[in-house]
């Protein structure tokens, strides 16, 4: 369950603070909702 919380705050979650990206996407993870979707299907 803590993993899960872990992806969904760093892969799916937009932050205001970083002009609402996720951190995911600031770190340079290239990804798009197709990707997003199946990761959190898969975990």
């Known amino acids: ?5 872990i992806f969904h ?3 799916i979650r937009p932050h205001g603070s970083l ?3 996720t951190p ?3 770190a340079g ?3 798009n909702s ?3 979707n199946s990761w959190f299907s898969a975990a």
């Open 1 to 5: 369950l803590v993993y899960l919380f």
């Open 9 to 11: 705050y760093n892969f």
């Open 19 to 21: 002009n609402n990206y």
């Open 24 to 26: 995911a996407k600031v």
């Open 29 to 31: 993870f290239a990804s």
């Open 34 to 36: 197709l990707d997003k």
